[in-house]
């Protein structure tokens, strides 16, 4: 089996060598060059969060964390108080974040994620890279900074690989493609996308996750340009039924839409689900209660994780308050993916990470 692994691992980086990495290298460069520029010029500071993490470092599955061991020891790393605790690769820095935006208004941060993916696809990576926002304001405001950052980024990628051809491996009709990426992009909410794809004869059933098949559907039904999903099932609601769909004990139950949540994914047409957003709850004490309920929390606590897991994240919002806030993180090697047009995510990126690539 090493032996299997290990010759592909040849196969793998020998089709690498064979590509124009100064392309990808400097298209990876251009996308974040224009994120970060466009961010900064709306005034947000950039923080710095730890990459060596308790749970608190986690996306809602906390079963894809990897564990960090050494010297041979499991819970090297020790809390405050001097208890052996359980350290991970940060998946996201999103609450760490969300303790300074109401001193600071508006944050963002840019680094690895790190994924336990077993799958070995054409989407899924086990580290890439995200650029998380945090910032005082609304679920509306939030969308509208999404599809500004996106649409300033297609725009920029596409003007310098206009004016340097040689540099950028994008076609014409690619770069037509960026420049025709519309202000404004489609919007369906979970249950209008259920009902959309039960009338183009899929068997799909409300509370179901939507697969990257049925996303790309979703975007053929609504003009084959970016497609916001919002307003997901609450999965703290009594809904009868168990929800597939799972999202982030934090977000912000929608008081005018009872049972649903202020979140919303991005969908890009050929990348999918690029980017994860919502408003969030800043309410410290209902925050602490719906992190207890959620499934997240119960499998934490299988793992031999508690509430002190969160201990900093809690103390810092007591201590410094909250304030109403939202933001997102924006997977850039599928906001590539979708800027290069090709199907596989690995055929994107300089250096595509998976369980059979390490390097």
Request: hydrophobic share 40%; net charge negative.
């Amino acid at each position: 089996m090493t032996i299997n692994i290990l010759q592909k691992a040849v196969q793998v980086n020998q089709v690498k060598k064979d590509k124009d990495f100064k392309s990808i290298i400097l298209l990876e460069a251009a996308v974040f060059r224009a994120a970060r520029n466009f961010l900064e010029g709306q005034g947000y500071i950039e923080m710095f969060p730890p990459r060596i993490v308790r749970a608190s470092g986690a996306c809602e599955n906390i079963d894809t964390l990897f564990e960090v061991t050494a010297e041979g020891e499991k819970k090297w790393f020790r809390s405050e108080a001097g208890k052996p605790v359980n350290a991970y690769l940060a998946q996201t820095g999103q609450l760490y974040l969300e303790a300074f935006v109401s001193e600071l208004k508006k944050v963002y941060c840019v680094g690895p994620s790190f994924r336990a993916e077993r799958a070995i696809d054409n989407r899924h990576l086990t580290e890439f890279k995200m650029i998380e926002i945090e910032f005082e304001g609304d679920f509306e405001k939030l969308l509208e900074i999404i599809q500004a950052t996106v649409y300033q980024i297609a725009q920029y990628v596409a003007q310098q690989a206009h004016l340097y051809p040689q540099s950028y491996s994008l076609s014409e009709k690619d770069i037509e493609r960026l420049q025709e990426v519309p202000v404004n992009f489609a919007r369906l909410t979970y249950d209008q996308a259920i009902t959309t794809l039960q009338a183009l004869g899929e068997k799909v059933n409300w509370g179901d996750d939507i697969s990257s098949y049925r996303e790309q559907l979703l975007i053929q039904s609504t003009g084959n340009i970016p497609l916001f999903i919002t307003h997901f099932p609450d999965p703290m609601w009594p809904h009868g039924k168990e929800l597939e769909v799972e999202k982030f004990f934090n977000m912000l139950p929608d008081e005018k839409n009872p049972g649903r949540v202020l979140s919303a994914d991005l969908i890009l047409p050929g990348a999918g689900e690029s980017v994860g957003a919502a408003a969030r709850i800043h309410n410290v004490d209902v925050m602490i209660d719906r992190l207890k309920k959620s499934k997240m929390y119960k499998r934490l606590v299988s793992r031999g994780g508690d509430l002190d897991d969160f201990s900093w994240y809690i103390n810092q919002l007591r201590t410094r308050g909250s304030v109403p806030h939202a933001g997102c993180g924006f997977g850039m090697a599928r906001i590539i993916k979708w800027i290069v047009g090709k199907d596989n995510i690995h055929d994107c990126l300089s250096f595509p990470q998976h369980r059979e690539y390490l390097i």
